[in-house]
């Protein structure tokens, strides 16, 4: 017979009109400090919701509430749409406990997207090292059942190492990149964006 057509992605949509994310898998995007990580997965979320989905965030990564709210904002996610809890959720956990208590509740709500920012922090905040296969794996494994039981679209976030030279890899142990069953996609600010200038 013929090869089987690879399934298309389903979210956040390019230029050519193909989409970066799948569906009921684990996505990653990861690449150096600033490069823009935060700022796509906020593009997809923004995307997501103005698509009828529902959307949430879980910020390890200590952006700020009022920093997401701005960018999502400028990403052109309606004020109603942001303070919308049925459209989307922020979740800033401090701990694990309230970590495990958010990904409770989103059990029950079923968001078509959820991105979690950052694996750097959410490893060591439930006790694992990132240097660590086996707790990689452990670590990770739960995002990506959570994927799959709700048909969800999830996207972690991760950082490089501070080798220029490495595309490849995030930070820690290559469990992070065996888990991802979805994209994992490298972010590089070609242009950096400056005050009066398109990144």
């Not at 990506?144 to 490089?160: M, R, W």
């Not at 190492?161 to 070609?190: E, L, P, R, W």
């Amino acid at each position: 017979g013929e090869w089987p057509e690879p399934p298309p992605g389903e979210l956040l949509t390019r230029s050519d009109g193909k989409c970066l994310f799948y569906r009921g898998r684990l996505n990653g995007l990861y690449g150096a400090p600033e490069s823009g990580k935060t700022w796509v997965a906020l593009a997809a979320i923004v995307e997501e919701v103005k698509q009828g989905g529902n959307a949430a965030l879980i910020d390890i990564d200590h952006n700020g509430e009022l920093q997401l709210v701005l960018w999502l904002a400028a990403l052109g996610l309606e004020p109603e749409a942001i303070a919308d809890e049925d459209r989307f959720r922020l979740y800033t956990p401090d701990g694990a406990a309230e970590y495990r208590a958010a990904m409770r509740e989103l059990l029950e709500i079923k968001p078509t997207l959820l991105v979690v920012d950052s694996i750097g922090e959410l490893l060591p905040m439930l006790g694992m090292s990132s240097l660590d296969n086996d707790d990689t794996r452990r670590g990770l494994r739960p995002l990506a059942l959570f994927a799959e039981e709700i048909n969800c679209s999830v996207i972690t976030i991760d950082h490089i190492t501070k080798d220029a030279s490495n595309t490849k890899y995030a930070i820690g142990a290559g469990g992070k990149k065996a888990m991802v069953n979805g994209s994992y996609i490298y972010v590089d600010a070609i242009v950096q964006p400056a005050p009066g200038r398109v990144g």
